[in-house]
C-alpha cells in the first residue's frame, strides 16, 4: 500500500467531513476556470433554493409536530435552524432567469441576514433568560 493511502486510510471520517469544504476551496481558488459548473445559475436556483426550502419545511414540520415547546434552549434553536432555511431560501429561488428576471436587493441581502437571525436564536438558545421571559415563552409554547 503507498504512502498517500496508508496516510488517508487513518484519517477519521469525521475529519475528512470537516476538509472536503476547505480542500473544495482550495481547489476553487488555485483553479478557478474549475468552478463554471457550480457557478451555473440553473445549479444555484435549485441546489441553493430547492435545499434551503427543503430544509425549512422539514424544520418547520418538526416544530408543529412536538406536543409541547416548553423547553425554551429547544425551541431557540429550532427557531434559529428554521430561520437560516427559510431566509436562505429566498436567496436561492431569488436567482435571476427564474422565479424574476433581474437581479434584486434580496438576493445579496437574504444570504447575511439568514446568518445573523439563526446567531441570534442560537444566542437566544445559549444565554439564561429572565424567569419572567422564561415563563412567557414556556406558557406560549404549549401547543397541547
Known amino acids: 500500500m503507498s504512502g498517500a493511502v496508508r496516510i488517508l486510510k487513518d484519517i477519521p471520517p469525521g ?3 470537516l476538509l472536503a469544504p476547505i480542500a473544495s476551496f482550495v481547489t476553487l481558488r488555485i483553479i478557478p476556470g474549475s468552478d463554471g459548473p457550480w457557478m451555473n445559475t440553473t445549479f444555484h436556483f435549485w441546489a441553493v433554493g430547492g ?7 422539514a424544520c418547520a414540520v418538526i416544530l408543529l409536530s412536538a406536543r409541547t415547546l416548553r423547553e425554551t434552549r429547544l425551541l431557540f434553536l429550532a427557531l434559529a435552524f428554521l430561520s437560516i432555511a427559510g431566509i436562505f431560501a429566498v436567496h436561492g429561488l431569488m436567482t435571476p432567469g427564474f422565479i424574476t428576471h433581474e437581479s434584486h436587493q434580496s438576493l445579496a441581502v437574504s444570504a447575511w441576514l439568514s446568518v445573523i437571525a439563526g446567531a441570534a436564536f442560537v444566542a437566544l438558545s445559549a ?6 421571559v422564561e415563563r412567557s415563552v414556556r406558557r406560549a409554547g404549549a401547543v397541547v
Open 127 to 132: 444565554m439564561e433568560l429572565p424567569p419572567v
Open 51 to 57: 435545499t434551503a426550502l427543503a430544509s425549512a419545511v
Open 15 to 17: 475529519a475528512v467531513a
